[in-house]
């Protein structure tokens, strides 16, 4: 940390991180970024985590990609085998130039093919006009909607079930709303890991008498503010919230004045729910019935409940029913719509709630226009000034890859998007990057996506960056750049915008506010919310008048489905892919820690943020551990049906007996070796949160 005085300019901008967008002030000395300040945004007043306070020296490490790349026609086949500090054993520099013509060329090529040859990754680390951008660049460029990014590996099954039932797939109200709440539940999410500066609100809403509910198969750091704590079998959710609302229904403690206005198929869910009695549930989730009633009363007996949840309830092959109860529990207790209550997914990266507006998704256009009606298509070609695209929802990442492993994709350009670490069966997935013929990696780090790259576009940080970038609450906020990036690395909406001239289209674009002015055009979720308002502004969409900050809570009046009423849609207990056995007898579960952030491509390059979380690690319960022989800190082994990683071993009695907790950051013991690919139906995230497990003890180690 500098003194207040000591630097040459400060920026206000939005942290990088996750999905709480606190705003910062910059402070920059000489041309680098030298600290951070919180500064007065309406979802962080100020605070900051440690991730936003001493995570930003990463834009400055020297393995920051300053000009074009071109792999060489000599390099070692492709695969996880490029070292960060001398990229010229497989890459060679490249002029701007050379690498536009040969991305542009080749892709026309594949294009001419088959123009199913391509596909696009986007990104929730880029900018609203970024994301914008980019699902415009394959639809418009490629006709098809092949186009998708890592909302399908965090939250798209919630935003599946809240388009279905609710009209929509934003949150209901503000974290902040929790001031006025009486109970809150927070479901399958760590905040104080993963949004920290959410959970100071959780923390003070206790502090002043809130009653907080958590339910998490992870004793999560929230527990211990909690009035109850369900530690609930992992997969087991719906039978666990069948059964609370179960207790709501026989008690009859729902609000039918409520329900009786603003829903509709509450006699099919009332029915549904008779079966699942919390005696009968309590052996499959493991929570007493007395606690399942207890819990079922303090919820529904509130005047306002709000529901939070994490990747805990969406990260299954279940994770669209486990939302479609939460959605069913604060429906039949009316809360929604009014202050204090609401659903709330807390969405992880900082800009995710927002490239999934802006329509990097491969059903939906921007504002979550589905792409299947003609009018709506219609209406996006005439403002493009384009052809009429496929009518067919596209494929998801989890399917891109599938279908580039079978070699019907044959190239792909992904911006700041990391599958080579994130997919789930990530040997599967680096052996489909490893097939493609062309592979475009825009980025800012030879992630280890960009280990399997062709051309390799240096693109910029956020603190490096013009735009806006929308939160989990909603908010729409502007970044701004603090440097400039580094060589001759440049804005990501700058590259694409010139891809899609070299490509044919017609695109012009000199500022990025004309991007943003576009956006507008087609999405009324931005009506009254102008790039003149954002200088000063922060807006929660939706902005009633071009005076009103913006709507913390919706759906007071009504939900954006045909006849105004949200839905109840019925959910049933559905395993896990895989159980259990003899082979494979613990639970797998991942997740991240405070320190690191995703991938771990930016926070394990923040000098502080690695000191202080340096080493791969797992937890396991202590007794369990015990058990086997094991100390804590030596290194295990852990395979499950897709492969085997090596790596050390914390205690941590939070975590139940047959669980082990592995965070996703480290390449060297990638998590994802070890995951499940099994999607969800619905909303086709992959199975994150079980996988079945052998834990060894490495008898030399
Ligand atoms: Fe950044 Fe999230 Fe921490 Fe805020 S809570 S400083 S947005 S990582």
Redesign the pocket.
């Known amino acids: 940390q500098g003194d207040s005085k000591d630097y040459d300019s400060e920026t206000e901008s939005v942290?990088p991180?996750?999905?709480?967008?606190?705003k910062v002030s910059l402070k920059v000395k000489d041309g680098k970024v030298k600290y951070v300040e919180?500064i007065n945004g309406p979802a962080?007043e100020g605070r900051?985590?440690v991730?936003?306070?001493f995570g930003f020296d990463y834009i400055h490490h020297p393995h920051r990609l300053t000009k074009p790349l071109i792999r060489r026609e000599d390099a070692p086949a492709k695969g996880l085998n490029v070292d960060p500090s001398n990229l010229s054993t497989h890459f060679r520099e490249a002029t701007w130039e050379e690498a536009m013509d040969l991305a542009s060329s080749r892709l026309k090529a594949l294009r001419d093919q088959d123009p199913h040859n391509v596909a696009g990754f986007g990104s929730a680390k880029c900018t609203n006009e970024e994301a914008y951008l980019f699902q415009k660049f394959i639809r418009q460029g490629f006709g098809h909607n092949n186009v998708d990014h890592c909302t399908r590996l965090c939250h798209a099954s919630s935003v599946a079930a809240l388009i279905e039932n609710v009209g929509s797939g934003a949150v209901t109200a503000t974290f902040n709303e929790i001031e006025n709440a009486d109970v809150a539940i927070i479901i399958g999410a760590n905040p104080i890991e993963n949004?920290?500066?959410?959970a100071t609100y959780f923390k003070q809403f206790t502090k002043r008498g809130g009653k907080l509910i958590v339910m998490d198969p992870r004793g999560v750091g929230m527990r211990k503010f909690a009035d109850e704590m369900l530690q609930f079998r992992p997969g087991a959710d719906v039978s666990m919230l069948n059964a609370i609302m179960n207790v709501i229904v026989e008690e009859e403690l729902y609000d039918s004045q409520y329900i009786h206005r603003w829903t509709e198929n509450w006699e099919a869910e009332k029915e549904h729910l008779r079966a699942f009695t919390p005696e009968a549930m309590a052996p499959i989730c493991g929570i007493d019935p007395d606690q399942l009633r207890r819990v079922a009363r303090i919820f529904a007996q509130a005047k306002a409940g709000l529901i939070f949840w994490g990747m805990g309830v969406s990260q299954h092959i279940h994770g669209t029913d486990n939302s479609r109860c939460l959605i069913s529990l604060a429906l039949m207790t009316g809360n929604v719509g009014k202050p204090g209550a609401g659903l709330h997914p807390l969405r992880g990266q900082?800009n995710v709630q927002g490239a999934s507006d802006a329509g990097l998704i491969p059903m939906f256009l921007p504002d979550y226009k589905t792409v299947t009606d003609d009018n709506i298509r219609a209406q996006f070609t005439s403002v493009w000034g384009s052809e009429d695209f496929s009518n067919e929802k596209g494929l998801t990442v989890t399917e891109i890859i599938d279908q580039a492993y079978a070699g019907n994709i044959k190239g792909m350009y992904i911006q700041g998007e990391n599958p080579a670490m994130s997919d789930p069966d990530v040997g599967h997935a680096r052996d489909a990057l490893a097939k493609l013929e062309l592979m475009i990696v825009q980025d800012i780090f030879l992630t280890e996506t960009a280990n399997y790259a062709d051309i390799i576009l240096p693109a910029s940080a956020l603190y490096e960056k013009n735009g806006t970038v929308s939160n989990t609450n909603r908010q729409v906020q502007r970044v701004r750049p603090a440097v400039a990036p580094p060589g001759e690395a440049r804005e990501d909406w700058k590259i694409t915008v010139e891809l899609a001239q070299r490509i044919g289209l017609n695109w012009s674009y000199s500022d990025v506010s004309e991007v943003f002015a576009e956006m507008k055009l087609t999405m009324e979720s931005l009506d009254n919310i102008t790039w003149e308002r954002l200088e000063t502004e922060t807006i929660t969409y939706p902005s009633l008048s071009e005076t009103d900050p913006g709507q913390a809570i919706v759906f007071g009046d009504g939900f954006p489905r045909a006849d105004g009423r949200a839905k109840f849609t019925p959910a049933s207990v559905i395993q896990p892919d895989e159980a259990p056995d003899e082979e494979y007898p613990m639970i797998a579960t991942t997740g991240r820690q405070l320190e690191h952030w995703h991938t771990g491509s930016m926070t394990r390059r923040a000098t502080v943020l690695d000191a202080v979380e340096p080493e791969a690690n797992c937890s396991m319960n202590p007794r369990q551990l015990k058990l086997m022989g094991i100390e804590p800190g030596e290194t295990i082994r852990l395979t499950t049906r897709r492969g085997s990683i090596e790596i050390m071993v914390r205690a941590d009695r939070a975590i139940a007996e047959d669980m082990v907790f592995i965070p996703f950051a480290y390449v060297e013991a990638a998590a994802n070796i070890l995951t499940n690919s099994a999607i969800d139906p619905y909303g086709k995230i992959p199975e994150f949160k079980f996988s079945a497990i052998r834990v060894e003890k490495i008898e030399d180690a």
Do not use: E, I, M
Not at 17 to 22: D, I, K, T, W
């Open positions: 942290c991180f996750c999905g709480v967008g606190c919180g962080n900051l985590c991730k936003g306070r949004h920290p500066v959410a900082n």
